[in-house]
């Protein structure tokens, strides 16, 4: 009589969600089942057989499945044994390391050009050599470089070498859009024979060695990209990896977490890892090394010392900073604008104090102070809140303006604010584009508003802007006329539109942000497209903040502040550190007469009309 193999005490596989796991014991062992589940925080009991857990848990509580009883016949999923595996594995390495020296890796920057040499064209710097060695002395990685260190020539070289070192023949790379041109440009850079690098479309075909694709496009992609990925030894690279900062909470993370199991490497690169504190950077590290890598944030910074959180951390991730890019220095200024009378009383009643004209229409003013957003545009203008035949109309400013009226309503005069004040911030930023442009200096101009853009394409005809967001549709025509016409002096934009993959600073070295939100990762993108390396040793940068004094501006400053000290401790990198505090400097908008304005703004009436 032949015997009949027995079947898995226990099986370990992927849930519906790639952030769980499923762990069905054979009949007859719900009682082991149960014991196992105690000790498992995240476990939830699906029926006497079967429970579900998060990977995370699973993953950093290993050692609970030593206490089953026949540990010789637990099945694991492929994929998900090979996440524990690896994650195991790297958290040896980084104990070693901390024993040791950051310096103790499997792979010396001195390897990189051995490495690299079959097929590869492009030069490396020293930091980009040390970042690439680091990279591959772990299963996975972490670049957090600042913009403009050569992130993706670092990501295409760590590939490279990985190619050579163990096969890994397919990429899929993960990015905004604005990025997908620096890859491409990157690709043709590096390689003797460039990879077939595919941008994904509904009917692309993937039958190339490297693929492309955009965050908004990932969440009706995982099943295709799945097979894709599992058809070949696999790679994936998150270009800028924030995006995914909400990890399983957020449709961006969600698809990265569900593709991640089907890649061999996985490697984020981002310059802002934790632009709203440690819960964005235990979702990065989660993605990269399920399960140790947020237990890893979480110990590091438990005791509330961010440079021993910093130390405990650093054999995680690799970063070159401004300091190791050796960036001629960046100016950093606040000009606090103090708002003109009806401006402010508008203000005033956003905020629930209401004056005698706002009698009558304090129910409207308080549905609007509610909304940060629109506190954040009446500190620009309040005006930006009274809807035209669009709520993008560019605001048509009176010159010279008309008297108020007496006894004129406060909600009235909001909306009909142009024709009786000039925005200051709009003011100032006429002047110091004005004074830039006689200089011969070009000026980005970043806000958050679509509408407030417009109207600053209005106020700056006279210097020809290039305007660009989300609904422009020849971006790269207007990029190209900012850099290369002579009478376009300046350049509108916000940062959510042109904040990542692009450069700026061989054409450009002064922004001017009329307003920012709460977002630390978006405002140091932005303001790192005109900062970069490149530069001449004699390059003078000048970043220009507006705030409205007694708005939310100011509130904006100070949470903007401490994410980035916080931001500049974990990372232990000064330059983050010291754009917390920036300097403040006099406004010279004020000083702008009748006849300046009038000059400046192109004659405004005529381009109203």
Same mark, same amino acid.
């Given at each position: 009589?032949?015997?009949?193999?027995?079947?898995?005490?226990?099986?370990?596989?992927?849930?519906?969600?790639?952030?769980? +796991?499923?762990?069905?014991?054979?009949?007859?062992?719900?009682? !082991?089942?149960?014991?196992?589940?105690?000790?498992?925080?995240?476990?939830?009991?699906?029926?006497?057989?079967?429970?579900?857990?998060?990977?995370?848990?699973?993953?950093?509580?290993?050692?609970?499945?030593?206490?089953?009883?026949?540990?010789?016949?637990?099945?694991?999923?492929?994929?998900?044994?090979?996440?524990?595996?690896?994650?195991?594995?790297?958290?040896?390495?980084?104990?070693?390391?901390?024993?040791?020296?950051?310096?103790?890796?499997?792979?010396?920057?001195?390897?990189?050009?051995?490495?690299?040499?079959?097929?590869?064209?492009?030069?490396?710097?020293?930091?980009?050599?040390?970042?690439?060695?680091?990279?591959?002395?772990?299963?996975?990685?972490?670049?957090?470089?600042?913009?403009?260190?050569?992130?993706?020539?670092?990501?295409?070289?760590?590939?490279?070498?990985?190619?050579?070192?163990?096969?890994?023949?397919?990429?899929?790379?993960?990015?905004?859009?604005?990025?997908?041109?620096?890859? =491409?440009?990157?690709?043709?850079?590096?390689?003797?024979?460039?990879?077939?690098?595919?941008?994904?479309?509904?009917?692309?075909?993937?039958?190339?060695?490297?693929? $492309?694709?955009?965050?908004?496009?990932?969440?009706?992609?995982?099943?295709?990209?799945?097979?894709?990925?599992?058809?070949?030894?696999?790679?994936?690279?998150?270009?800028?990896?924030? #995006?995914?900062?909400?990890?399983?909470?957020?449709?961006?993370?969600?698809?990265?977490?569900?593709?991640?199991?089907?890649?061999?490497?996985?490697?984020?690169?981002?310059?802002?890892?934790?632009?709203? *504190?440690?819960?964005?950077?235990?979702?990065?590290?989660?993605?990269?090394?399920?399960?140790?890598?947020? =237990?890893?944030?979480?110990?590091?910074?438990?005791?509330?010392?961010?440079?021993?959180?910093?130390?405990?951390?650093?054999?995680?991730?690799?970063?070159?900073?401004?300091?190791?890019? !050796?960036?001629?220095?960046?100016?950093?200024?606040?000009?606090?604008?103090?708002?003109?009378?009806?401006?402010?009383?508008?203000?005033?009643?956003?905020?629930?104090?209401?004056? +005698?004209?706002?009698?009558?229409?304090?129910?409207?003013?308080?549905?609007? *102070?509610?909304?940060?957003?629109?506190?954040?545009?009446?500190?620009?203008?309040?005006?930006?809140? /009274?809807?035209?035949?669009?709520?993008?109309?560019?605001?048509?400013?009176?010159?010279?303006?008309?008297?108020?009226?007496?006894?004129?309503?406060?909600?009235?005069?909001?909306?009909?604010?142009?024709?009786?004040?000039?925005?200051?911030?709009?003011?100032?930023?006429?002047?110091?584009?004005?004074?830039?442009?006689? /200089?011969?200096?070009?000026?980005?101009?970043?806000?958050?508003?679509?509408?407030?853009?417009?109207?600053?394409?209005?106020?700056?005809?006279?210097?020809?802007?290039?305007?660009?967001?989300?609904?422009?549709?020849?971006? +790269?025509?207007?990029?190209?006329?900012?850099?290369?016409?002579?009478?376009?002096?300046?350049?509108?934009?916000?940062?959510?539109?042109?904040?990542?993959?692009?450069?700026?600073?061989?054409?450009?070295?002064?922004?001017?942000?009329?307003?920012?939100?709460?977002?630390?990762?978006?405002?140091?993108?932005?303001?790192?497209?005109?900062?970069?390396?490149?530069?001449?040793?004699?390059?003078?940068?000048?970043?220009?903040?507006?705030?409205?004094?007694?708005?939310?501006?100011?509130?904006?400053?100070?949470?903007?502040?401490?994410?980035?000290?916080?931001?500049?401790?974990?990372?232990?990198?000064?330059?983050?550190?010291?754009?917390?505090?920036?300097?403040?400097?006099?406004?010279?908008?004020?000083? $702008?007469?009748?006849?300046?304005?009038?000059?400046?703004?192109?004659?405004? #009436?005529?381009?109203?009309?």
């Amino acid at each position: 009589m032949v015997a009949v193999p027995a079947g898995p005490s226990l099986s370990i596989d992927f849930g519906d969600s790639a952030t769980k +796991a499923v762990l069905r014991a054979e009949t007859g062992r719900d009682a !082991d089942l149960r014991r196992l589940a105690m000790r498992l925080r995240t476990s939830v009991q699906r029926s006497p057989n079967v429970i579900e857990v998060e990977i995370d848990d699973l993953l950093t509580n290993l050692i609970v499945l030593a206490t089953w009883p026949a540990p010789d016949t637990v099945i694991w999923d492929r994929r998900l044994a090979a996440l524990a595996s690896d994650s195991v594995e790297d958290a040896k390495v980084v104990a070693k390391r901390l024993e040791i020296g950051d310096a103790a890796g499997q792979v010396s920057p001195e390897d990189v050009g051995r490495l690299t040499a079959a097929g590869w064209k492009a030069n490396l710097t020293k930091f980009q050599r040390r970042d690439i060695a680091k990279l591959l002395s772990l299963r996975h990685g972490a670049n957090f470089s600042v913009p403009g260190a050569g992130k993706t020539r670092v990501g295409l070289a760590v590939y490279h070498s990985l190619r050579q070192m163990h096969g890994i023949e397919r990429l899929l790379i993960i990015g905004p859009k604005s990025s997908f041109e620096s890859w =491409q440009y990157e690709n043709e850079e590096c390689f003797e024979q460039p990879l077939e690098m595919t941008v994904f479309a509904l009917n692309a075909n993937l039958s190339g060695d490297s693929v $492309l694709i955009n965050y908004e496009r990932l969440a009706g992609t995982v099943d295709q990209l799945s097979q894709w990925l599992a058809g070949r030894k696999s790679m994936i690279i998150l270009d800028e990896a924030h #995006r995914m900062k909400l990890g399983a909470e957020g449709a961006y993370g969600a698809a990265c977490l569900a593709l991640g199991p089907w890649a061999r490497h996985r490697l984020i690169l981002t310059g802002t890892p934790a632009p709203n *504190g440690v819960k964005d950077l235990e979702n990065l590290f989660s993605f990269v090394w399920p399960g140790h890598g947020r =237990q890893r944030v979480i110990q590091a910074v438990a005791g509330g010392d961010l440079a021993k959180a910093s130390e405990a951390l650093r054999p995680l991730f690799t970063r070159t900073t401004q300091a190791d890019l !050796d960036l001629p220095p960046v100016s950093t200024k606040v000009r606090n604008i103090r708002p003109p009378a009806v401006h402010n009383e508008i203000y005033e009643a956003l905020i629930g104090h209401f004056s +005698a004209r706002a009698i009558g229409s304090e129910s409207d003013f308080q549905a609007l *102070g509610k909304v940060a957003i629109y506190l954040l545009m009446a500190a620009t203008s309040p005006a930006l809140l /009274a809807v035209g035949s669009t709520r993008y109309d560019a605001l048509t400013y009176q010159v010279p303006p008309l008297a108020v009226p007496e006894g004129t309503p406060l909600f009235k005069l909001m909306r009909d604010l142009p024709s009786y004040e000039m925005s200051p911030k709009y003011q100032e930023t006429l002047a110091i584009v004005s004074q830039n442009a006689s /200089a011969g200096r070009k000026t980005i101009v970043w806000s958050t508003f679509i509408r407030s853009i417009n109207t600053l394409g209005r106020i700056l005809a006279a210097f020809s802007p290039a305007v660009v967001h989300g609904a422009t549709e020849d971006r +790269a025509g207007e990029i190209d006329r900012f850099r290369n016409d002579p009478d376009c002096m300046v350049l509108l934009s916000n940062p959510a539109t042109l904040g990542e993959g692009i450069s700026l600073h061989h054409h450009c070295n002064d922004a001017i942000y009329v307003d920012r939100d709460f977002a630390a990762g978006r405002y140091l993108q932005s303001r790192d497209r005109i900062h970069r390396l490149g530069l001449a040793p004699d390059t003078e940068t000048r970043i220009t903040i507006l705030s409205t004094v007694g708005t939310i501006d100011e509130v904006v400053n100070d949470r903007l502040g401490a994410k980035l000290e916080f931001m500049g401790r974990i990372l232990d990198d000064d330059g983050v550190r010291q754009l917390a505090d920036p300097d403040e400097e006099p406004a010279i908008g004020g000083g $702008l007469d009748l006849r300046d304005m009038q000059s400046l703004m192109g004659h405004i #009436r005529g381009h109203t009309s």
